[in-house]
């Protein structure tokens, strides 16, 4: 059993930054491919990033593509979304996810959530 918990959301001004950290407990995540997903109410939650167990290859959603990157560290069993000028399109709550197999994109593919933490830009 993975137990993952997400901190770092709050709330920015538009063009500013935040850092996402998602640490995990339970077990190791080294055999794990970690995304990023986010949701707003009434909508699906979406796929934001996502990194290899060895970081040797990530994928992002087209939208943040340039603004946002993630990155882990595997010996302090965590995942980081650096996030950089900020859209209030960016507004949600962010989820980090821990999955063994399948298609990252996909939230099926994933086994493990975290709670989620708000992140709030204004305008």
């Known amino acids: 059993q993975v137990r993952l918990v997400e901190s770092g959301g709050g709330l920015v001004q538009a063009g500013g930054s935040l850092r996402l950290s998602c640490a995990a407990s339970?077990?190791?995540?080294?055999?794990?491919?970690m995304g990023w997903f986010r949701q707003v109410p009434g909508k699906e939650r979406e796929f934001v990033a996502a990194?290899?167990?060895?970081?040797?290859?990530?994928d992002y959603l087209d939208s943040v593509k340039g603004r946002f990157t993630i990155s882990r560290d595997n010996a302090k069993n965590t995942v980081y979304l650096q996030m950089n000028s900020l859209k209030p399109e960016d507004t949600a709550v962010y989820y980090c996810?821990?999955?063994?197999?399948?298609?990252?994109?996909?939230?099926?593919?994933?086994?493990?959530w975290g709670q989620g933490t708000q992140v709030t830009v204004s305008s």
């Open positions: 996810a821990a999955g063994a197999s399948g298609r990252w994109k996909f939230t099926k593919s994933y086994d493990y």
């Open positions: 339970g077990r190791t995540l080294s055999s794990y491919f």
């Open positions: 990194i290899w167990w060895s970081a040797s290859s990530t």
